[in-house]
Structure formats: structure tokens, C-alpha cells
């Protein structure tokens, strides 16, 4: 079965950048659409970006991290990333990967196939 796994979290202060990335194995990477939600003290899981199955500049940002995260993918490696500059506190959130199979970009959880277990930003001020 597809398996994702998230990497590259960690603690970091207001206005730091870090990279965080997604392996999926056991599936065919190119043939899936890719994004990044998070999780924070809300509750909710949002949206936060996302790349289709084509890659390139085909690509969806919520409004707040729109000009400070850039999504990217490399599918000789199976991996989806997530470059986050100028980070904020609001930003701290436990990130989930997830891979869809038949969707070309979605904002939308349910949209979406397979979900890693996430990794932890936390952004201090």
C-alpha cells in the first residue's frame, strides 16, 4: 500500500526558513496530485499547498503562506517538498503530506487518497 512519509521539521524562530519533504513509496508517484495541510491548535486540518501530477508551476497556496512557501516535486525521487521562508508563530502546526490519485490540484482533505502521520513545526517568537 502507499506509504508517506514527512521529514524536516524542528523548532525555529520568527522569521527562520526550513524545508520540509514527503517520500511515498509502494505507489506510483508521477500519476499523483500532492499537498501539504496542517494541523494546529484549532483542531482543523488546513490546506496549505499543493502541486498537480504534472508538476511545474501547477501549484495552489492558502493566502497566508502564498509568497513565503513554495511547493515543489521530484518525481525521480518520490518526493514532494515544502520550502518555508519568513516563517511566523502562527505557522506551528503539525504538516501532513497526503497523495491523491485521480485529481489534478485540490484544497480539500477529502479530496485526497493517502496521508502520511505528519511532522512538527513549531515557530517561536
Known amino acids: 500500500q502507499v506509504q508517506l512519509v514527512e521529514s524536516g521539521g524542528g523548532l525555529v524562530q520568527a522569521g527562520d526558513s526550513l524545508t520540509l519533504s514527503c517520500v511515498l513509496s509502494?505507489?506510483?508517484?508521477?500519476?499523483?496530485?500532492m499537498g501539504w495541510f496542517r494541523h494546529g491548535p484549532g483542531g482543523s486540518r488546513d490546506f496549505v499547498a499543493c502541486?498537480?501530477?504534472?508538476?511545474?508551476?501547477?501549484?495552489m497556496y492558502e493566502d497566508s503562506v502564498r509568497g513565503r512557501f513554495a511547493i515543489s516535486r521530484d518525481n525521480a525521487k518520490n518526493t514532494v517538498y515544502l520550502q518555508m521562508n519568513n516563517l511566523r508563530p502562527e505557522d506551528t502546526a503539525i504538516y501532513y503530506c497526503?497523495?491523491?490519485?485521480?485529481?489534478?490540484?485540490?484544497?480539500?482533505?477529502?479530496?485526497?487518497?493517502?496521508w502520511g502521520r505528519g511532522t512538527q513545526v513549531t515557530v517561536s517568537s
Open positions: 502541486i498537480s501530477w504534472t508538476g511545474g508551476d501547477r501549484v
Open positions: 497526503a497523495a491523491a490519485e485521480h485529481l489534478d490540484l485540490g484544497v480539500y482533505s477529502g479530496a485526497y487518497d493517502y
Open positions: 509502494e505507489g506510483t508517484f508521477s500519476s499523483y496530485a
